[in-house]
């Protein structure tokens, strides 16, 4: 297994097809302030064209499909595929586009694009570990990166709220997202 970019210089440019199967972007608000509400978004499709050897040449691209947003409660996924916050009806997507990448060092990068939620779109900026390079038993090679960021979700016209009683609101503005994501490098 190599661990680096520095291991894996190629001398070309690259495609690498995201593994649904191996990723999945996560995400986490409060709920009346005082506790983590956690969900994910199983189903995650794109590419990354990566230039190992001058990565800030690289790029992706990712979708997400918003219907499959997944709180594990079917009442509350509910609510959020209304017009009150996703409106997956309107907007069946949620996608990623880098804008650019920066080499941190020799396992870290800061991967910038625009995110568009609910037909908004909004520079956003991820930062991303490569865990690491690969080759499957099948004779696949694949990549892993871990990218986290955080967004103000009404930035994206998602502003449904309640006011609570004893003062804030049931939903926090803030949303951290945590992106594991799997790809095979393509012929």
Do not use: C, Y
Not at 52 to 70: F, R, V
């Amino acid at each position: 297994m190599v661990n680096t970019l520095e291991q894996t210089k190629t001398g070309a440019l690259t495609t690498w097809a995201i593994d649904p199967a191996h990723t999945v972007v996560e995400f986490q608000a409060k709920h009346m302030m005082i506790s983590t509400v956690k969900g994910r978004f199983p189903e995650v499709d794109g590419a990354i064209k990566a230039d190992l050897d001058n990565i800030e040449n690289s790029s992706a691209e990712i979708t997400i499909k918003a219907a499959t947003i997944d709180s594990r409660n079917e009442q509350r996924d509910t609510h959020l595929r209304s017009g009150d916050f996703l409106d997956v009806e309107n907007f069946p997507t949620v996608t990623f586009r880098t804008k650019s990448i920066e080499k941190i060092d020799d396992t870290h990068l800061k991967v910038r694009g625009d995110l568009t939620v609910r037909g908004t779109t909004r520079d956003v900026s991820l930062d991303t570990e490569v865990n690491g390079f690969a080759k499957s038993p099948w004779g696949q090679e694949v990549v892993a990166l871990t990218a986290t960021t955080e967004i103000n979700r009404k930035d994206f016209g998602l502003t449904w709220n309640v006011a609570l009683e004893a003062g804030g609101v049931l939903v926090s503005d803030k949303v951290k997202f945590a992106i594991e994501l799997e790809a095979v490098k393509q012929a």
